[in-house]
């Protein structure tokens, strides 16, 4: 019979440390999903801090897509933040067209009336002078940093022509591409000294 008792109690105490084990994990998942919340820039509204990714209040990053949009009103409202750059900077691209990525990039490109791209200027939000396009699969004869005012800008072309320029200025990253159509030097650095 006391054996019984023993195994009897031993099955208790276990139930009850078991228990307490599980209660113990519920307080920590709970603590974690609202320190998720309330804490660091990912849920801000704010310019204060970088959002480089959305976040669900359990961690995971929600997919983020590019948006084709009508206006710049539309891409500032997807962005987030406001950009500079030259209207109709190419004689032959007259159409304007605008893309946005939530709270990350705003683009603006022009094109002929065929459609082809002449020249595209974007904006990224990336808190660390990461560029803006990606040239892992690119090749370019050239690449130089220039001095245009006082930013160091990163020139991609062929010596003589420029076919991307990229560059930062505190938390944002700035490109602008003519791949088509590669700039002189000269047109590519007015076109950057337009850009904020």
Same mark, same amino acid.
């Given at each position: 019979m006391s054996e019984e008792n023993n195994n009897s109690k031993d099955t208790r105490n276990d139930l009850v440390s078991n228990l307490y084990k599980i209660i113990a %994990? #519920?307080? #920590?998942?709970?603590?974690?999903?609202?320190?998720? %919340?309330? @804490?660091?820039?990912?849920?801000?509204? @704010?310019?204060?801090?970088?959002? #480089?990714?959305? /976040? @669900?209040?359990?961690?995971?990053?929600?997919?983020?897509?590019?948006?084709? %949009?009508? @206006?710049?009103?539309?891409a500032?409202?997807?962005?987030?933040?406001?950009?500079? /750059?030259?209207?109709?900077p190419l004689e032959g691209y007259p159409n304007e067209h605008f893309r946005a990525f939530n709270r990350m990039f705003m683009e603006v490109y022009y094109t002929d009336d065929a459609g082809e791209e002449g020249v595209r200027f974007t904006k990224g939000y990336?808190?660390?002078?990461?560029?803006? /396009?990606?040239f892992k699969d690119m090749t370019f004869r050239s690449t130089m940093i220039e001095s245009v005012g006082d930013i160091d800008v990163t020139e991609r072309g062929d010596g003589e022509t420029v076919s991307a320029a990229t560059w930062y200025v505190g938390d944002y990253s700035y490109g602008i591409m003519a791949l088509e159509h590669p700039l002189s030097r000269e047109v590519m650095e007015s076109l950057i000294r337009q850009m904020k």
């Open positions: %994990l #519920v307080i #920590v998942a709970a603590g974690v999903i609202v320190f998720t %919340l309330f @804490s660091g820039n990912r849920n801000k509204d @704010s310019a204060d801090g970088c959002r #480089v990714n959305e /976040y @669900s209040p359990f961690g995971q990053a929600q997919q983020g897509v590019w948006v084709d %949009l009508n @206006s710049y009103a539309e500032f409202a997807v962005s987030r933040f406001d950009m500079e /750059y030259p209207e109709q990336t808190c660390n002078g990461a560029e803006v /396009y990606d």
